[in-house]
């Protein structure tokens, strides 16, 4: 059994196979938080004795005893307006305009499996894999129940939450806060890892001191955003990537989204994450029920790496669906470099013919073939072929593509609208603007209103009909430009409060109704790169373009930072043209290589500038790629440098049986008279001999870990590194 429940005590006990989580139901039925970490053994209650502190008062059942009070102790998921002054997990007007929710337990539901959620993605896992927890709460004053989900994946150390919010009463209640989840950590964690960044710089990661007041990462921008990534990290100044403990959490949301960490008055860290509540305001009418989205989260006592790897194999097993989710990918090339909007069928043709002789399994057609759309001003949502640029249709030109024993892919941006479209002439009510106000152009582009279920049904008819005019097995779903000028006719003026999030409830609708329609093609997430790299948008593309910039220099910063939660499987990343086309860098074709396969690999280049040299080479990359790419993306991942303080960028692929491991990176520059960099290698049998192809050199594991081994010497700058070992049999 994951979950233990003692009866008398009211203490339940979530255990994995190296964690541990334990709350209880005090003598006044508040949810009290006692402990998330190593596996204990025994109730962590001891240590829960706080002093009377002045200004932080006492709920009206514990009379006199002025050291209980919800301002000081670590409870479960707290609530505004009963005494606890940090940040709240959920909060609700009532109909006479009082701010105040008191949840008092009131039983619980354990059952095997894993719970889904209404309307949104979820972690999944069968019967015999996970365990279910329901904890109600109800509201001590009107009728307000909360159901807390907590979901257990032992053997992944992963545990889950969301909650249910129901009205059970007769008059509407306002929720201004609805959290998934609320983690209240005394005095062991003293920093935290948020990444951050910028459009064609997403996922930095920044390691920070925790500060008396309260931390934020959060997004605004009605995705989870280039600026901010909904994942977050907790740990105390000694962690690593191999030692310390850690608390990782992951937001299943693709909107804006709020993680807060509040360093309260005696030193302990309440970290909340959910949807931002900047811009929410839901009305909870009598019978109804509010989802919250799910949070995912493991502890690791052995450092980042080991946190990593839990995260890792939910992603890719437990959140990931369809036929792709462990299938190898498509090599693919994308015309978009090679072309932008200036092509016509024999131009794509061409690229295809190329990029057949060299290997290549998939080619994509990036923005431009739809409507009137020569530029990046004008025809979005006219998603009909423009056939002054593909004479015969996408049906010929996919045909013709297939004849070359290549797959056919396309780009969509369907949750835009452009000005000069048909679309925005006949219905310019379906884009996002307010009334009497100008709406905020970005891109050149306006939003479709997906709340609306006539623009849903639109876009779903408008791309089937295209998915079945062709034989088309990929699409690349883009989403360019953060939203603004939240308003709908779709609800009242009370009301506009709920679109934000109306709005990702409805692309998720949208992605499933498709998705289910079409199993075979593979759907890759876009959002100006990785504006929108979420566990929500993994539910249905199992794999996003992760940045804009395609410079091999900056792309493993923010692989890098991206492979803290996110798998390699996931990772959009390919071999562009040089000078890189959004830093002007210069780097071998070798080194844009082995970047690029840390993850779905492919080529977003002009293959027509390619000298007789370099196509060899992609033709030996992309042979390589294919024989090492299931150990890449279903092998244990290990970052066994830091490329943001280091000279160099070095990771690691480690089969699971620990028979083959792959050294891929860069060293950035060369310097005369250096000595040679070692690394040390990670995850290997310590006993096995491992022999290393590129010299038929043969290493003991435990030598390759404890002393390191030799990088190759490198000449000029960007140099790759690319290591093969096998283990002896």
Request: with cysteine; aromatic share 12%; glycine share 8%.
């Amino acid at each position: 059994m994951s979950v233990t429940v003692n009866e008398k005590s009211k203490l339940f006990v979530i255990e994995t196979d190296n964690s541990e989580y334990q709350f209880s139901a005090d003598e006044y039925g508040v949810l009290r938080h006692l402990w998330y970490g190593e596996r204990v053994g025994m109730s962590m209650e001891y240590l829960c004795e706080y002093p009377d502190v002045g200004f932080s008062g006492n709920i009206y059942e514990a009379e006199n005893r002025r050291s209980y009070s919800l301002d000081t102790l670590p409870l479960e998921y707290p609530c505004t307006g009963t005494g606890d002054y940090r940040i709240s997990a959920v909060s609700a007007v009532h109909c006479d305009g009082s701010n105040a929710l008191d949840l008092r337990y009131s039983g619980y539901r354990l059952y095997d499996g894993k719970y889904s959620i209404e309307g949104l993605p979820a972690v999944y896992a069968d019967d015999n894999e996970a365990q279910t927890l329901e904890i109600y709460l109800k509201d001590s004053a009107s009728d307000i129940m909360v159901t807390l989900k907590y979901g257990v994946l032992p053997k992944l150390d992963i545990i889950t939450r969301s909650a249910v919010i129901e009205n059970k009463g007769e008059s509407s209640v306002i929720l201004t806060n609805a959290a998934s989840l609320c983690l209240d950590m005394p005095r062991d964690y003293n920093e935290w890892i948020h990444f951050h960044g910028r459009h064609t710089l997403e996922r930095i990661p920044e390691r920070l001191p925790l500060a008396h007041g309260i931390l934020e990462s959060s997004s605004r921008r009605g995705t989870s955003s280039h600026q901010q990534n909904p994942t977050v990290i907790l740990c105390n100044g000694e962690c690593t990537e191999t030692n310390g403990k850690c608390i990782g959490a992951m937001l299943m949301y693709s909107g804006s989204f709020s993680t807060k960490i509040e360093y309260d008055q005696l030193e302990q860290a309440r970290l909340v994450m959910g949807i931002d509540p900047e811009l929410f305001r839901w009305e909870l009418k009598s019978g109804e029920k509010f989802f919250t989205p799910e949070a995912v989260m493991s502890f690791s006592q052995n450092g980042f790496e080991k946190l990593s790897h839990n995260f890792h194999k939910t992603v890719r097993e437990h959140i990931c669906r369809g036929k792709y989710k462990l299938a190898e990918r498509p090599v693919l090339i994308n015309n978009w470099e090679a072309t932008y909007f200036d092509f016509d069928e024999n131009k794509i043709l061409n690229i295809a013919e190329q990029a057949a002789a060299l290997g290549v399994d998939l080619l994509v057609l990036d923005d431009g073939w739809f409507g009137k759309r020569n530029d990046d001003c004008s025809g979005l949502g006219d998603w009909f072929v423009n056939t002054n640029k593909i004479k015969g249709g996408l049906g010929k030109l996919a045909e013709n593509i297939k004849s070359l024993g290549m797959r056919f892919g396309l780009w969509f941006e369907p949750e835009m609208v452009s000005e000069d479209s048909e679309l925005y002439r006949t219905h310019p009510e379906w884009a996002i603007k307010i009334p009497s106000r100008y709406p905020v152009r970005s891109r050149y582009q306006l939003v479709l209103d997906i709340t609306n279920p006539d623009v849903r049904e639109y876009l779903f008819e408008s791309m089937s009909n295209i998915l079945k005019s062709a034989d088309i097995s990929y699409i690349k779903w883009d989403m360019n430009r953060s939203i603004c000028d939240w308003y709908t006719p779709c609800l009242s003026s009370e009301n506009q409060g709920e679109m934000p999030h109306r709005y990702v409830l409805g692309l998720y609708e949208l992605l499933e109704r498709l998705t289910t329609a079409f199993p075979n093609v593979l759907f890759e997430g876009c959002s100006g790169g990785g504006g929108r790299f979420d566990a929500g948008m993994l539910y249905y593309c199992p794999q996003i373009w992760c940045s804009d910039d395609t410079d091999a220099y900056e792309r493993t910063k923010i692989q890098y930072g991206t492979s803290f939660f996110y798998p390699i499987s996931a990772v959009g990343s390919h071999v562009s043209a040089v000078p890189n086309h959004q830093t002007g860098r210069i780097t071998p074709m070798e080194t844009r290589a082995v970047t690029a396969m840390a993850g779905s690999f492919g080529y977003e280049l002009d293959l027509n500038t390619l000298s007789d040299k370099e196509k060899q080479e992609v033709k030996k990359q992309i042979v390589r790629f294919k024989k090492d790419g299931s150990l890449i993306h279903n092998g244990l991942y290990y970052r066994l440098s830091d490329p943001m303080t280091d000279k160099f960028a070095v990771w690691e692929f480690v089969s699971e049986d620990r028979s083959e491991v792959l050294v891929n990176g860069i060293i950035f520059r060369t310097e005369p008279n250096c000595t040679q960099y070692i690394i040390k290698l990670r995850g290997l049998l310590p006993e096995a001999d491992y022999r290393l192809a590129e010299n038929g050199e043969v290493y003991k594991g435990s030598a390759l870990m404890n002393g390191g081994i030799l990088m190759p010497k490198s000449w000029g700058d960007y140099a790759p590194v690319d290591m093969h070992f096998t283990a002896e049999a």
